[in-house]
């Protein structure tokens, strides 16, 4: 069974950094596109970043670009969230996914086969 599982959430200031971490059950952790996403309350939820398989290429959500980095480490089955300059608007429960995909790192939240639980990150102002 496969599972995805989110840490590093928490309770921050604005302007704080945060570290998401996320550890996949993927026997093949190095074949998968692996993205955040992110759900506000009221909202739906919304794209953060991606990273290919290699991590040679990584996409951001415009409202993320410059302050957050996605990395993985394939040895380690785990993909970060590196979460700067955070803003209330970050308010959210941020979920890990992962795309069987070599060629195409989505963004689309459709394209994704796995998802973790998901992580609560509150800023407050």
């Known amino acids: 069974q496969v599972q995805l599982v989110e840490s590093g959430g928490g309770l921050v200031q604005a302007g704080d950094s945060l570290r998401l971490s996320c550890v996949a059950s993927?026997?093949?952790?190095?074949?998968?596109?692996m993205a955040w996403f992110r759900q506000a309350p009221g909202k739906d939820r919304e794209f953060v970043a991606a990273?290919?398989?290699?991590?040679?290429?990584?996409y951001y959500a415009d409202s993320v670009k410059d302050r957050f980095t996605i990395t993985r480490n394939n040895a380690k089955n785990t993909v970060y969230l590196q979460m700067g300059s955070l803003k209330p608007e970050d308010t959210a429960v941020y979920y890990c996914?992962?795309?069987?995909?070599?060629?195409?790192?989505?963004?689309?939240?459709?394209?994704?086969?796995?998802w973790g639980q998901g992580t609560q990150v509150t800023v407050s102002s």
């Open positions: 996914a992962a795309d069987l995909s070599y060629v195409y790192t989505s963004q689309q939240e459709s394209d994704y086969d796995y």
């Open positions: 993927l026997r093949t952790f190095n074949n998968y596109a």
């Open positions: 990273i290919k398989w290699n991590g040679g290429v990584t």
